[in-house]
């Protein structure tokens, strides 16, 4: 009687002609996505020509402080990123921040090549894979933190100006959910080893199953879990108010440039208030993070577009054409000055990291040292100005 065989199976990879294929159809999908959105559905919410002409009229007072929050936002971001990862400049953040931040945005699934891009430029500063890790994981976790905090912040605001609705109640529920669960986990991960390694176990669990969907091999997280659980205590220990600090105003600042954006082209605080752009605001984020198209083209601006023109439809005193007009030049505005300037900015950015050899430095030994192209945590994360 012949033995069993006793060979390992082995899995089958998805051969370079399917991923291919696969990668054509997201990108076809992504791009109709975008040409539905603004050729065939925002023109029939609002006319361009009439929406040009609102931003035409803006003064030069309204473009300047315009500018001015627009810069400060742009400048919020990278203060995160110093805090995270230790030995890291203003500027060498800003420069990093920009050029990945560019090619995520830009590219259809470009958030894999933005993170490549990201790595290299760390690694060309002489950081180390463990630091480069924990500096994506720490500053993922912060905004997220702040993402699923935001309904539940803008419920409150609601609640207190007296313009509460039961729209928001449901992703500020989401929000409390997910963001309770996150900060459990997050607590057990620093608790103790033996929780470290159970939670990195459950999630390497979890996102292996999705992986499978994608004929992607399985992970395990127990052992990073724990090596994360001993850098994060350190670093957040010694850096946890700048980082939460830092992560507040970058939000906060992206806030503001939506709310002067609808100021500046007529949507009185009696039409739409405060709290209630901070719904719509709180809101929008939170889906965004879906990576369905680049920077979330498309899908941003009609989700912002439509949420505030319910938000304001009922309370305003202008003709409803003329307010939709407002709200899509609003919210046009706000991506052109937080998405679209980002491009040449990053273009710029990348440029500075080729030419200046100065910052150049060897990367120091690390025993051990994790392989990059593996490293749990290291994967596209959603970009600030989406």
């Known amino acids: 009687m012949a033995a069993a065989s006793t060979a390992p199976a082995v899995r089958k990879t998805p051969s370079p002609r399917r991923k291919k294929i696969v990668r054509t159809i997201q ?12 050729v065939g559905i925002l023109p029939k919410f609002a006319n361009y020509s009439e929406v040009w002409a609102t931003i035409r009229d803006l003064t030069w007072l309204e473009i300047t402080t315009l500018l001015a929050v627009t810069i400060l936002n742009i400048l919020t971001y990278w203060p995160q990123m110093v805090a995270a990862m230790p030995g890291l400049t203003f500027w060498q953040a800003g420069v990093n921040n920009q050029s990945s931040t560019t090619i995520a945005n830009t ?6 090549l933005a993170t490549g891009v990201s790595y290299t430029m760390y690694r060309s500063w002489g950081f180390t894979n463990s630091a480069i890790v924990l500096e994506a994981l720490v500053t993922g976790i912060w905004n997220t933190f702040i993402k699923l905090a935001m309904p539940v912040i803008a419920l409150v605001a609601l609640v207190v100006t007296g313009a509460a609705t039961a729209a928001l109640l449901v992703p500020t529920i989401i929000g409390v959910g997910v ?7 997050f607590g057990m ?5 033996r929780l470290a390694r159970r939670v990195g176990s459950w999630l390497g669990t979890m996102v292996s199953w999705f992986r499978k969907l994608f004929r992607k091999p399985p992970v395990d997280w127990s052992d990073a879990a724990v090596k994360f659980r001993h850098q994060t205590i350190e670093l957040v220990g010694q850096r946890w108010l700048a980082l939460t600090l830092s992560t507040v105003v970058s939000h906060t600042c992206l806030y ?19 709290a209630q752009v901070l719904g719509v605001f709180a809101f929008i984020r939170l889906i965004s993070a879906l990576p369905i198209t680049p920077g979330g083209v498309g899908l941003v601006e009609f989700g912002y577009i439509g949420a505030l023109y319910v938000a304001g439809r009922n309370r305003t005193n202008v003709p409803l054409d003329v307010f939709k007009t407002q709200i899509a030049a609003a919210v046009l505005l706000f991506r052109a000055l937080t998405f679209g300037a980002q491009i040449p900015l990053g273009v710029l950015t990348y440029g500075i990291w080729r030419m200046k050899k100065s910052w150049r430095k060897p990367v120091p030994h690390e025993p051990h040292e994790p392989d990059a192209a593996r490293a749990p945590g290291l994967e596209p994360v959603p970009t600030p100005y989406t």
Do not use: D, N
């Open 179 to 185: 963001l309770s669960v996150a900060v459990i986990m």
């Open 107 to 112: 590219l259809p699934l470009g958030g894999a």
């Open 256 to 274: 503001l440039v939506l709310l002067l954006s609808l100021r500046h082209v007529g949507v009185s605080e009696q039409e739409i208030t405060w």
């Open 189 to 193: 991960i620093l608790r103790s080893k």
């Open 27 to 38: 990108i076809l999908v992504s791009l109709g996505i975008v040409v539905g959105i603004f």
